[in-house]
């Protein structure tokens, strides 16, 4: 044991001393995460809506005021041809054909909302109008502003169908009156009064942690972190054959103690060094908002079980490469497959059942399992031991074919 | 002479790229498997993201009134759990609740999702106008996506029975008061809205349609975005490894020796930057034509991933890599050593392609979406989806292709000015 710590301890000297690969290893992972949670976690920024409101009818008004209260302090809706906010950065001069489609292309604003002549007449007619959402944002879809034109026609449209009741034909002809403009605004405002204090309602409660904390660093911090700890301990198959290629292995062989000590050594080191790249990783996610819960027995407990199936996945690997570079490139490219297909890149919840199940060959699928529980499930060691348990059984079958494979020459 | 000179020098290099199998398997399976991930992921060909069921617990303790048919709380429970309409059972997996204390605690330890407690006077509260019933929903947020979506359904059962009852509740009286004033029968009318607000729950009276900002509907493909951006990202990992060659030619000494024979220096710089140009279109081609048979053959999408305006994209492949050539020449020009040069330019290059949306859109993020604004990713990555997802024509990618081909001058430069002080000293 002491011979495999001093040829741990020696690499790890010669590790902390390569400044190119602590960019790799420290630096990189640390920008990524903090683009990411920028990114993926941006829930409190404001939004810009564009209106085109090509009816200027009570109704249509009334959708744009629906539509900024649904939005509040979040959604800044810019009415064309109106005083807008200073957000808008719209002159009043302006219509949609002059500069609108530039807008949304150009990100100016999220989309275009556009309401067209006859709105109102249509609706009071009893009939059924579309409004037009144009915008780029077929990647984020459905997108938080979709959501909240949803939300708003729901509710002016709940109205407007009680107000339609008036030109039932049936309903006509059973009460012996025809519906009237009168009879239609007094029932809609009926119906918006109602609404204010609706029938059937929805207290909300969450189970405890609040969605405003750090949702895009939980999943980045630990995804992107799983990720670059993988490549540090895939890369033990790098470190392997180059040292088998350049004699320094066989030189450690000479040696009055076993072989599998010194590649035990070698292996301790990539371990090791991902551990502690772990440990400031998941400090500097930390100050970037992730939250891992409180039980850091069962952090170490996954870390570790994960730590061990890379490196045994790492040691495999080291058994089927001819050399350094090959190695580095399967090596990489192994990490950068079963990152995004364990989930490391986005939760596993939100792709199709098969991707689920095909993502669960990917060790980070479990190690992020496991933080799920962790970090939303206030999990406890209990919780977690079914994903150690895989990692743990992917250690055994990576390692016993690796140990069968090996060849120390 | 000098040009057949400056073509061995390149033709060296693209030999070197194309035959190191180990870099191939970066360079090009990289961007392709994780392209055909995402595409697997988030739809080959369709708009629709497909999402985890939610679990979701209803404990219905409604016990109904006389005034209606069915308990409101039976609804919830109908549509949650004992008979999900088809567009919703992909959604939801619910079952029935008994011990709510039990529940929360489930929901809590993430075996559910969500639950619903529906209070024993729900429908009788909800029936009798002014009053109101209110119904409780807890939820873990950690369920993410699949746990919003069942709020939503939840949202929208509300909305519906909202519907029905602010109907009878304005639309009882409005006939009743017609009815009588044109001597009809009350009780008909008042029937026939009874019966009405049925059907209204589900009626629409404002649609949404979602169109491109062209005003057509649009099919997305997944493979659109990524497939351009990982294999831009890609294609400058790959060049930035044809740049450090210099570095290493320095290192070993072969460039001093082609120094040594009568043919300029800028020989030598020139058939490597030809070299690199030249690998990076053909990286480049080489991803561009095995995504198009992913889409096609994998995914069986009609779509095209790089657009069909051949033209366009001739352009903007050329203008792209005359960026990224330039960028990963300035980077081995500022680095000290081939290591250096091969951590930094991963650094560096890593660090532009995420500014640059190669692995999500941030367009939209404050400061992210103006530093995006920076990298050739970006304008590389917006031409092609302009092309394919927004169908636009030559003139639309025109600025694109300018400002690639601009930030490639500058950076040519700044690289050739850098190689000069350091050849010369």
Redesign the interface.
Known sequence: MRTVLSITRYDLMRLFKDRNLAVFTLIMPVVIMSVLSLAIGGNNQTILLDVVDDDHSALSKAFVEQLKDVGGDSLVVCVYGKENPDDCGLPKEDGWSDVGKKRVEEGDTSGALIIPAGFGDALQQGESVAVEYRSNDSLNAPGVVTNMINTARNRVGSSVVVAQLVYDPELATLTGTTGTTESFTALYAQAEQQWQNPPARIEEESSGKETEVGTGANQSVPGIASMFLLFTLLNAASVLVGERSSGTLQRLFTLPVPKYQVVMGKMLTQMVYAGIQFIILFIIGGFLGAEFGSNYLAIALLVIAFLLCGGALGFLLATFVKNENQAGAIASLAGFVLAPLGGAWWPLNIVPDFMRILGHLSPIAWVMDGFQDLIYYNGTVLDILPEVGVLLAMTAVFGVIGVARFRYE | MIWRKIQAIAWADIYQTFT????L??NM??PL??SL??G???GGGS?D????AAKVGVLNLDVGSTQVEQA?GDIYLQVLVEAPPDGLKDFIKGKAITDEKRA?QQ????DLDVLVVIPEN?TA???ES?????????????????GDVA??I??GL??Q???Q???L???IP??SE??A?????ID??VA??QQ?SNQ?RD?????????????KV?E?N?LQ?FGPGMAILFMTYALANGAVSILVDQRNWTMQRIWTTPSPRTVYLGGKMAGIYVSGIFQMIVLMVAMIFAANVVFGSSVAVWGTNIIGIVLLLASVVAAGSGFALVIASLSKNP??G???S??VL??TG??GGA???????????LLSKLTLNHWGLDGFTTLS??GGSLIDILPNVAILLTMGAVFFSIALFQFGRRFRS
């Open positions: 190191d199998r180990s870099a398997l970066f399976v990289s498997a994780i991930i995402i697997a992921a988030f708009n993201v497909d999402v985890e409101f929360r929901v809590k330890d993430g729900f509260s909800v029936i002014g009053r109101g019933g209110t119904l409780r929903v807890y939820y873990n947020p950690g369920a993410g996506i699949p709020r939503s939840i949202d509300t909305t029975l909202n519907n009852n602010i109907a509740q304005v639309g409005y006939a017609q009815a004033r044109n001597n009809q029968a008909a009318a026939y809205i009405a209204l009626k629409e009276a404002i649609t949404l349609n979602r169109v491109g900002v062209e005003g649009r997305f997944s975005y290591d250096q091969g951590s930094m991963t650094l890593t660090v995420l500014l692995f999500l859109p941030v367009d939209d993020v404050p400061v992210l979406g997802y927004e």
